[in-house]
């Protein structure tokens, strides 16, 4: 580039306003940048593998031609361009395609990765499904839990209404003492007794609750001939055997 005369006209009638130099040099060196880039661009040379494969496509979307030593035996033997190959004509048009192979892997990786990644999501599925089962059977077995706990707390109470009842008429035939000690409920001045008298209590009324409910029922039954679940106590057992529906709750639900 030629250097710019400081006392010609063009530089004195040059926009001098400030900041407007420097803006006009950054868009020249960028126009500069890209007619370089073009320039490069021109002028580099294609690889090895880039011509070759401009030849191939080349060579691969020509028609042949007689020069063609497979193409002129064909000829020879009746087949005319753009026929199908057979003698009725039903085999194919065009020549098979050829997959090109460029990547350095061996034969058959591509199908080993397939199956990979096919059996990854296979497994991942599997997982999936037994999670969902472990989840379907922690909500049933908390189901079952939830029930249990409420039929454990009705017979809970069913048990603490017949000792109730059974403390209250022991009482009315002046029993002082129960015939089990389970029979009534515990008083608070009861269970402040020596631990040791407690302890051989549980010991020897080692029963369920259904198992006390049950002992329970059968003797208010026999002996006060009232009926839990009715809530009605019976002249005789006579009475409670017309009358009463049965000595459990199923019978009376």
Known sequence: DEEEDYMSDLFIKQDVRPGLPMVRRVKEAIQKEEK???????????????????????????????????FALLQKMGYKSGQALGKSGEGIVEPIPLNIKTG??????????????????????????MKKQANEQATD??????????????????LRKSQRACQQLDMQKDIDVPKETWFWIEREEEDKKDEEDKEDECTSSDLSVSEKLHILTAYLREEHFYCIWCGTTYEDSEDLSSNCPGDSAADHD
């Open 36 to 70: 370089q880039k073009e320039a490069n661009e021109k002028n580099r040379q294609k690889s090895i593998k880039e011509e070759e494969k401009e030849r191939r496509d080349l060579v691969l979307k020509s028609a042949l031609g007689n020069e063609n030593k497979g």
């Open 104 to 129: 350095l892997s061996g034969l058959g990786h591509e199908e080993l990765k397939k199956r990979k990644a096919e059996e990854k999501l296979e497994n991942y599925r599997q997982k999936l499904h």
């Open 141 to 158: 077995q908390f189901r079952v839990r939830f029930k249990t706990k409420q039929e454990e707390r009705k017979m809970e109470g069913d």
